[in-house]
């Protein structure tokens, strides 16, 4: 567990580094942040997107998932804890903004294969090379993000602390069934979240991410009967 800690004692820090840089910003410098942010999500995105190799299966979680997390209202629910958590720490900031950052900062540090195998190294091996490595990476993102998108990021930390901490602590129950191909299939689909992201950050599609979520959950199984079902 040091190394989660570690990686959210990164985004904690990384966080604030970027709130004192923003503080003072006049809007114009906020936007080129903003779009600094977005093009960034983009590449981090279609990087992730192209360790796919089933695109049936990806087409089919991506729509699946995301009529799942519609009917739930995820991102409604994730907005509402946003404000929840505004409303307790930092009144003065927009609740939508504080919400969003909170949740792209979320879904960025967590959809990628580091967090996974990571973890599973860490719980199992005791090896915590991946994870330091991505801390320092998550503590620069939190820069950026903080930066364009305000306090809500700080929040994220701790995404990553139970997200990451209770795979370190399933890792022996889980490792058998997590192969190469699923963690390249998830890797995909948190690809196409980020991507989300970037897109809302560009303000080119307002979309819903969280709401697409339940994807992963959809790939798990999908990935889990490709024995079975071959053309998938």
């Known amino acids: 567990m040091i190394a989660t ?13 970027g709130l004192i840089l923003r503080r003072g910003l006049k809007e114009r410098y906020q ?14 995105g279609i990087q992730m997107v192209l360790k796919t190799t089933h695109l049936l299966a990806f087409a089919i979680a991506l729509i699946l998932g995301g009529l799942v997390g519609t009917w739930l209202d995820i991102e409604g629910g ?18 939508s903004t504080f919400a969003a ?28 090379s991946i994870l330091l490595t991505k801390s320092v990476l998550d503590g620069f993102m939190s820069i950026i993000f903080a930066g364009a998108m ?15 901490g209770a795979l370190t602590l399933l890792s022996v129950w889980a490792k058998p069934f997590v192969s190469n191909i699923m963690l390249a299939e998830l890797t995909g ?4 979240l980020v991507l989300m992201i970037g897109l809302g950050l ?20 999908l990935v889990l009967v490709f024995p079975y079902v071959p053309f998938l």
């Not at 936007?31 to 981090?44: E, H, K, Q």
């Open 150 to 164: 305000g306090p809500g990021v700080i929040f994220s930390a701790f995404t990553v602390l139970i997200y990451q």
């Open 78 to 95: 994730i907005m509402r804890v946003g404000e929840r958590l505004k409303q307790r720490f930092d009144k003065k900031s927009e609740g």
């Open 31 to 44: 936007n080129i942040i903003y779009a600094a942010s977005g093009i960034t999500s983009l590449t981090i």
């Open 202 to 221: 560009l303000d080119l599609k307002k979309l819903k991410t969280a709401d697409f979520l339940p994807a992963l959950l959809v790939m798990i199984m």
């Open 101 to 128: 950052g909170f949740l792209n900062a979320s879904v960025l540090y967590c959809a990628g294969a580091m967090a996974i195998v990571g973890s599973f190294k860490a719980g199992t091996e005791g090896d915590y």
């Open 189 to 192: 689909i948190g690809g196409a």
């Open 5 to 17: 800690v570690i990686n959210a004692l990164a985004v904690i820090i990384g966080s604030i580094v």
